[in-house]
């Protein structure tokens, strides 16, 4: 499985092998289990939310447009991560990966991830303008503009994700092949690499900063117009109800944010103890976002129980919906 290169004393290896998440070694089928719970819950959560926001009519404002899109990367996200976790902890040959598997896993979780986040700052600038332009919104915020909007998103993911592929893999790969994390990622991938990787580190620190910085940043701003905005309203039931809107979206954007920072900013820590804040922001929060935007927002609970046909007060899936 080893290939050779033009020099007779390099070789250029052809798979790695992922050494998993730190203390799942001990119990692999209780956690396979627990991860294909999570998998499970994740991947219906957000196809349930998809189909809702693609079948009711009720649901068809731009929030709700973004919000099929989120539920969509997440369990995207979630896929290239999670199966190949689970088929690591039946077998050892799970463990494996390809040298062209390991690129392609590399560059789906960075297209995927980097799409979210700039999926997010829409997400935020379509609440500054529904609180703080709202006599403009539907105008501003058009189907032509959502559309818009959503493409350059993929558009940048797409960009964004083939410039760290193509720097991470144009690099000779020669010895080591045991990748310390449970999935293939930028800093433990490039401390295997038999060559300098000053460069990508500086491009990773560089354009993952700026990418994650500027989106926050706009976030930020965003957020701080929206407040202002909520502090004019006369009563405290007004002021409740128009912030209500966007409390779900800060949420999942602090849960988003958070584990990458520790990450990225450390390009030559990777290990089992890195892997932890990874598992949350891959694995656990395209789990959480679909109960977050769910019990926090009565329309889309609403329009659950409609799909579902679960209007009846007495049952148990329409109590866990209210």
């Known amino acids: 499985m080893i290939r050779e290169t033009e020099d007779p004393n390099q070789t250029v290896v052809d798979f790695f092998f992922l050494e998993g998440l730190m ?17 499970s819950i994740t991947v219906t959560g957000n196809l349930l939310i998809l189909i809702t926001v693609g079948s009711d009519p009720h ?21 290239v991560t999670v199966p190949k976790v689970m088929a690591g902890l039946l077998t050892p040959d799970g463990k494996v990966i390809s040298f062209e598997g390991c690129a392609i896993q590399l560059y789906c979780f ?29 105008v501003a915020m058009n189907r032509r503009m959502c559309a818009g909007l959503a493409g350059i998103t993929w558009t940048m993911g797409v ?31 490039l401390k295997l690499a038999c060559a300098d990787t000053t460069v990508n580190e500086l491009v990773m ?35 409740k109800r128009t912030f209500s809107t966007c409390t779900s979206h800060l ?28 598992v949350f ?17 009565t329309e889309v609970k609403q329009a659950l129980r409609r799909l579902l046909g679960q209007g009846s007060r007495d049952s148990p899936a329409g109590s866990l919906l209210r």
Not at 62 to 78: E, I, K, T, V
């Open 59 to 79: 649901l068809c404002s731009p929030m709700y447009h973004f919000l099929a899109h989120l539920s969509f990367l997440d369990a995207c996200l979630s896929t």
């Open 159 to 189: 960009v964004h994700s083939a410039l760290h592929t193509c720097l991470t893999f144009r690099l000779l790969y020669c010895g080591p092949r045991h990748i310390a994390y449970f999935f293939c990622d930028i800093p433990p991938v």
């Open 251 to 278: 949420t999942v954007v602090l849960l988003y944010y958070m584990p990458p920072v520790c990450i990225y900013l450390q390009p030559r820590s990777s290990g089992a103890g890195v892997g932890a804040p990874a």
């Open 110 to 138: 960075h297209f995927l991830a980097s799409t979210e986040c700039f999926l997010y700052t829409v997400m935020a600038y379509d609440r500054y303008l529904a609180i703080c332009r709202p006599l403009h919104y539907s």
């Open 281 to 297: 922001y891959t694995i656990v929060t395209p789990m959480l976002n679909p109960f977050i935007y769910t019990l926090r927002n």
């Open 23 to 39: 203390y799942t070694a001990e119990h692999p089928s209780l956690f396979f289990l627990l991860f294909l719970l999570i998998y």
């Open 205 to 239: 620190l560089a354009n993952i900063g700026i990418v994650a910085a500027g989106c926050l940043i706009l976030i930020v701003i965003s957020y701080v117009f929206i407040t202002a905005a909520v502090l004019r309203i006369r009563t405290a039931e007004g002021r």
